[in-house]
């Protein structure tokens, strides 16, 4: 088998049941943490099965349970792109350059900060004072 092939697809299945146990677990669970990282995870298999829109709204439930949890946010942003629905993509870049470790995690928040407001605001000077 050649490294460029893709993984084989999940069984839907066993990530359907995978999906139950995280979901018993996040609704036992008492720490904010742990239920943000169960629901990214929760989230992740979603995207796996195709349910975008299940998978967006548990990405969310993770970033708001733990709002410097970066990896969820990063899902979430990755769906709202491929199903080219930018209503709160800005707010959600602002706040991924907010919660960005790195500056070149923040660097990159702005600049696709500044794309957003110049390809779908028509916002050329918003976009140049961000990248300045």
């Not at 669970?29 to 796996?48: C, K, P, T, W, Y």
């Not at 967006?56 to 899902?75: G, M």
Request: net charge negative; glycine share 6%.
């Amino acid at each position: 088998m050649s490294s460029t092939q893709s993984a084989p697809p999940p069984d839907p299945a066993i990530v359907t049941s995978t999906i139950g146990r995280l979901r018993a677990e996040h609704a036992a669970s008492g720490s904010a943490e742990r239920q943000a990282i169960l629901l990214h995870e929760i989230g992740v298999l979603e995207e796996r099965l195709g349910d975008e829109a299940t998978a967006a709204r548990d990405q969310l439930a993770a970033v708001n349970a733990e709002p410097e949890f970066a990896e969820p946010l990063e899902r979430l942003l990755a769906i709202i792109e491929r199903r080219q629905s930018y209503k709160n993509l800005g707010k959600l870049l602002d706040r991924l350059h907010k919660v960005g470790g790195k500056p070149d995690e923040r660097a990159r928040a702005l600049i696709d900060q500044a794309a957003l407001l110049a390809d779908q605001e028509q916002d050329q000077a918003g976009a140049r004072a961000l990248l300045e």
